[in-house]
């Protein structure tokens, strides 16, 4: 069946005039960065059809008149086919957005030929714009939505959220996103002594959820998310009426099992990560994807507790989460302040994954002479 990419025009393959929103004039032409080399990429290595469908409104009337249209339009098109990017059809809808016309983005009305068709596979298709109404779009046709925006909020307020697979501005994530996927995974690990589930987005933006019933710990567990650029979502219950032991024990295993599964093949990572300052302490976490689990441990507590965390499960933590990962993990700190020294363990660490976890496409291998991790 045939995949589409519905790829909206202003403001995604060229910046959208922010006084009038009318790309009438050679003057206001701006490609979008990055946009030539990875629409190229994704047309050349993948297998949608290109479908442009945007909306000019009063196209043709004296607001909008065709002669000031064409010539930038046909200027656009041009620059993009002598790059080796072209479009299967491209469909312009000239209302305004008080005609409520049938063919007007969100409505499906250009679209009618791609709806109810058995060579379409419509679930595997996206919808590509800039605005909540290109992600609405996507969920009439029944696709998902890749929105060119830096996170989800304008979509809240028509519960569209869900529909929407990745928020960015950056093309170079577009296509990464198409050619290698999502990389999301979920744990859920119930035992007498604790209940957790846990999701991880490895390409997110750093919005946590996390809950343990240990202020501390989401703390430092916070820094991960944050400093990963992970989406982060850990809801951890234990019996804390015992000690805090299952609780941290259970959830590094838990996140480290659902960070390997966010890994899959490993395809394409850089697969090491490692050092970060912060104030009077110097944190390194150097790290190794490499499929098999070993802790160095080199930092020294002197104080009980911090917050409500003892700090001999720091290194417990490190070790159950390094084992549940299959990763080495190698920590060294110094410092004066406890508090920054563990903290500035957890954003090492997150630095470190997040350099570790980062994909190129264009040398989309397995980074091992052995072919496999």
Request: charge should be negative; glycine fraction near 6%.
């Amino acid at each position: 069946m045939k995949k589409v990419l519905f790829i909206d025009r202003d403001g995604t393959l060229v910046i959208e005039p922010p006084i009038d929103y009318q790309l009438d004039a050679f003057a206001k032409l701006e490609f979008y960065p990055k946009v030539f080399r990875n629409l190229y990429f994704i047309r050349h290595k993948l297998d949608f059809e290109f479908v442009m469908v945007t909306n000019q409104d009063g196209l043709g009337t004296p607001s909008f008149p065709e002669t000031d249209f064409w010539p930038v339009h046909n200027l656009i098109m041009k620059s993009l086919e002598n790059e080796g990017i072209t479009f299967d059809r491209v469909l312009i809808d000239r209302s305004f957005p008080e005609d409520n016309a049938p063919t007007r983005k969100p409505r499906t009305g250009m679209l009618t030929d791609y709806l109810n068709n058995p060579e379409y596979d419509l679930s595997a298709s996206f919808v590509i714009g800039d605005r909540a109404t290109d992600v609405e779009l996507a969920r009439n046709l029944g696709c998902k939505a890749i929105l060119l925006q830096d996170n989800k909020d304008l979509l809240k307020e028509k519960d569209l959220e869900d529909v929407c697979v990745l928020a960015t501005r950056d093309w170079d994530r577009v296509a990464e996103f198409l050619f290698a996927g999502e990389r999301i995974a979920e744990e859920r690990r119930t035992t007498r002594e604790t209940d957790i589930y846990i999701r991880v987005n490895l390409d997110g933006n750093g919005t946590c959820d996390i809950h343990t019933g240990l202020g501390f710990f989401d703390h430092m567990l916070e820094q991960i998310g944050k400093h990963g650029g992970m989406d982060l979502t850990i809801h951890t219950k234990g019996d804390l009426e015992v000690d805090e032991h299952h609780t941290i024990e259970d959830t590094a295993i838990c996140l480290g099992s659902c960070l390997r599964k966010a890994l899959g093949d490993k395809r394409g990572i850089e697969r090491y990560g490692f050092c970060l300052p912060m104030d009077d302490c110097l944190c390194q976490v150097a790290l190794d994807f490499g499929g098999r689990a070993w802790l160095v441990w080199d930092a020294e507590f002197k104080r009980e507790r911090i917050g409500d965390m003892p700090t001999e499960m720091f290194l417990h933590f490190f070790k159950s989460f390094s084992d549940a990962a299959a990763m080495n993990l190698n920590i060294q700190a110094s410092g004066t302040n406890e508090h920054h020294k563990i903290e500035g363990i957890f954003k090492a660490l997150a630095r470190s994954i997040r350099m570790a976890a980062r994909r190129d496409i264009h040398h989309y291998e397995i980074p091992s002479s052995k072919g496999c991790i």
